[in-house]
């Protein structure tokens, strides 16, 4: 016999983008252009640092997503742009309470980070 409402309660555990609203609070966030890093420290006491290079690579604008979602169907050679190390992040903005928008030096400015998808980042990368 299955029992379904037990079901339904232990789903909700093993969603892992569940954070809680300290998690992804920032208490302060520090930009640093000349490093191209970005430091931000959250509300449960955990830091978390990303080098912007690694940021731009995973984007979560609409264009960069449908770029990396291109179904891979047989063996292609994957082409990285020339220069492409070179882009920097110029400038960023807060978007409300809940992102921020990084501006890169080709022009690049619709990617905007929620403060969600950065904590899921750093715990994917640590
Ligand atoms: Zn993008």
């Known amino acids: ?3 379904t409402e037990n079901d339904n309660s232990n789903s909700m555990s093993i969603d892992k ?3 809680t609203a300290a998690q992804v609070t920032p208490l302060d966030i520090n930009l640093n252009l000349k490093d191209q890093k970005l430091a931000i420290t959250w509300q449960d006491g955990r830091r978390s640092e990303f080098q912007l290079g690694r ?3 995973v984007c979560p604008c609409a264009t960069c997503r449908k770029e990396r979602d291109k179904p ?3 063996l292609a050679i994957l082409k990285m742009p020339a220069g492409v190390d ?4 110029v400038d960023a903005e807060l978007m409300g309470h809940y992102a921020i928008n990084l501006k890169w030096s080709d022009g ?3 990617g905007i980070y929620d403060y969600k998808y950065l904590r899921a980042l ?3 990368l640590s």
């Open 122 to 124: 750093d715990a994917e």
């Open 72 to 74: 891979s169907t047989s």
């Open 17 to 19: 983008a569940s954070f």
């Open 86 to 89: 070179k882009i920097e992040v």
């Open 55 to 57: 940021l731009r690579r």
């Open 1 to 3: 016999m299955v029992d």
């Open 108 to 110: 690049h400015n619709s």
